[in-house]
T-cell receptor, first 113, second 114 residues
Framework: DTAVSQTPKYLVTQMGNDKSIKCEQNLGHDTMYWYKQDSKKFLKIMFSYNNKELIINETVPNRFSPKSPDKAHLNLHINSLELGDSAVYFC????????????FGPGTRLTVT | GDSVTQMEGPVTLSEEAFLTINCTYTATGYPSLFWYVQYPGEGLQLLLKATKADDKGSNKGFEATYRKETTSFHLEKGSVQVSDSAVYFCALRAGGTSYGKLTFGQGTILTVHP
């Protein structure tokens, strides 16, 4: 009964490839997020969706494209992967953007070689 | 813009020692403040929160008080355990229109030895 799940847990790929990371939450939340955590553990928001609508779109290269087919899912597609994209990507959800607690998934470790 | 600054880590303590992790912030308006914890190999979990000045958040023996005058939200625990070893993140959510956006500090790695 995992609350926020992500697949895959690990992703190793070569520069220039296109990859996707999937996220699903079974909490009935309306808002979902993508965060990037770099090698120094610094965590930064990338995107936020509320009920399938894009709410937050931080300064992220347009090679990154989120897609929310329904409010329980938020996927992240990355085109033309670069070495600097190597990081841990976390999905999170909250009841709505005004409720404070965000529930995080276990993370996807992306390594670009 | 909004920012959160945490004390540099890593922090290494013996079991039952007193813990303080400093956190200061810069934000417009009246932010809400949080501490999240990340155990090895896991996602972040909310540890405690405070939504207005002088509020004290507490959970699992950890405490933090929202000090508006010093723009601080320091995390404390009187007696740490080995199981507290983790990365701790201070975060804020600015007031107003920052819909759901959390701004995190850089994280502090805590290691507790038996």
């Amino acid at each position: 009964d995992t609350a926020v799940s992500q697949t895959p847990k690990y992703l190793v790929t070569q520069m220039g490839n296109d990859k996707s990371i999937k996220c699903e939450q079974n909490l009935g939340h309306d808002t979902m997020y993508w965060y990037k955590q770099d090698s120094k553990k610094f965590l930064k928001i990338m995107f936020s969706y509320n009920n399938k609508e894009l709410i937050i779109n931080e300064t992220v290269p347009n090679r990154f494209s989120p897609k929310s087919p329904d409010k329980a899912h938020l996927n992240l597609h990355i085109n033309s992967l670069e070495l600097g994209d190597s990081a841990v990507y976390f999905c999170a959800s909250s009841q709505d953007g005004l409720v404070f607690e965000q529930y995080f998934g276990p993370g996807t470790r992306l390594t670009v070689t | 813009g909004d920012s959160v600054t945490q004390m540099e880590g890593p922090v290494t303590l013996s079991e039952e020692a007193f813990l303080t992790i400093n956190c200061t912030y810069t934000a417009t308006g009246y932010p809400s403040l949080f501490w999240y914890v990340q155990y090895p190999g896991e996602g972040l979990q909310l540890l405690l929160k405070a939504t207005k000045a002088d509020d004290k958040g507490s959970n699992k023996g950890f405490e933090a008080t929202y000090r508006k005058e010093t723009t601080s939200f320091h995390l404390e625990k009187g007696s740490v355990q080995v199981s507290d070893s983790a990365v701790y993140f201070c975060a804020l959510r600015a007031g107003g229109t920052s819909y759901g956006k959390l701004t995190f500090g850089q994280g502090t790695i805590l290691t507790v030895h038996p």
